[in-house]
């Protein structure tokens, strides 16, 4: 069983940036790959970043490429979303998650969720 925790959203101007942050129960961290995924009003939860359990290995969605970065650190058992470059369609509730495997894009292929922390980018 692993819990999760995000922090660091907030208000910020289009052009600004954010570091989320996914603080993880449990000794088995090092072992989950993680995932960021988003989900604005009226829309579904969509990919944004993972990041594999040793933090080779990493893969975003288009929309954020370039702009944003995942990391994590194992002895902290913390993930990390570096957002730069915000734009008000970066609006969205985000949440991080694990799974067992790296690699999914597909919110049906994590196991554990956090409760979200809420980024709102005005213009």
């Known amino acids: 069983q692993v819990q999760l925790a995000e922090s660091g959203g907030g208000l910020v101007q289009a052009g600004g940036s954010l570091r989320l942050s996914c603080a993880a129960s449990?000794?088995?961290?090092?072992?989950?790959?993680m995932g960021w995924f988003r989900q604005a009003p009226g829309k579904e939860r969509e990919f944004v970043a993972t990041?594999?359990?040793?933090?080779?290995?990493?893969s975003y969605a288009d929309s954020v490429k370039g702009r944003f970065t995942v990391s994590r650190d194992n002895a902290k058992n913390t993930a990390y979303l570096q957002m730069n470059s915000l734009n008000p369609e970066d609006t969205a509730v985000y949440y991080c998650?694990?799974?067992?495997?790296?690699?999914?894009?597909?919110?049906?292929?994590?196991?554990?969720w956090g409760q979200g922390t809420q980024v709102t980018v005005s213009s």
């Open positions: 998650a694990a799974a067992q495997s790296y690699g999914s894009q597909v919110p049906s292929q994590y196991w554990y």
């Open positions: 449990g000794r088995t961290f090092r072992t989950y790959a």
């Open positions: 990041i594999s359990g040793s933090g080779i290995s990493t």
